[in-house]
């Protein structure tokens, strides 16, 4: 991926450094990175028109940076109008800024195999707000565009390169659970800057 904004770039820098030097603690990485994160969704004059692009049917998740030693990775999901994710986790955590429009949050836990889940409260972010969560705290929910006319765009940042990790969605009716590795929406882009120079 090629960011040229100054500003993404100090992004990227800041949170290596954080990442560098908090050996992992949650407790340090989720109040300061929400405050990185904060500054970069502050503006809006940064994201390249190709990770903003919709999808007349499904949400877009576009890689825009890894971390080398897959520590962390920040994507940007676009969301066309009505849109939403399944129920699922991260099973890392997980930072979210929103950056245009706006998105609902639905929480939920799980209940005994066989019974629906449990609803833990809605959330709601407008451009500049910021939140995180994290398996520890809960971290299973079902996201949407807030609009039916207008796309919506969020910053996210997880604990790890999220495209490539096993997770899970849920069946809220049954709290049955099955696998799932998201990928990312600029696979392509990724395979080429991937391939050998030969």
Known sequence: MNIPSERFQQFVRDFTKLIDS????????????????????????????????????YYQQYLLHADPRDRFSVVSFV?????????????????????????KAENFRLSAEGTPMLAAGTEELSPGIVESIAPSTGDIHRVSNLYEDRVSISIHVYGGNIGRISRHV?????????????????????????????
Do not use: C
């Open 79 to 103: 969301w066309g109008p009505g849109q939403k994710t399944p129920i699922h986790n991260h099973t890392v955590w997980a930072i979210i800024g929103m950056l245009r429009g706006g998105e």
């Open 170 to 198: 849920f069946d809220a009716q049954t709290s049955t659970r099955k696998h799932f590795i998201s990928g990312y929406s600029n696979e392509s882009e990724l395979a080429t800057e991937r391939a050998p120079v030969l």
């Open 22 to 57: 908090t050996d992992g603690d949650e407790s340090v990485i989720l109040p300061e990175g929400r405050k990185i994160l904060g500054a970069l969704v502050h503006a809006d004059d940064w994201l390249p028109e190709r990770y903003a692009q919709p999808h007349p049917q």
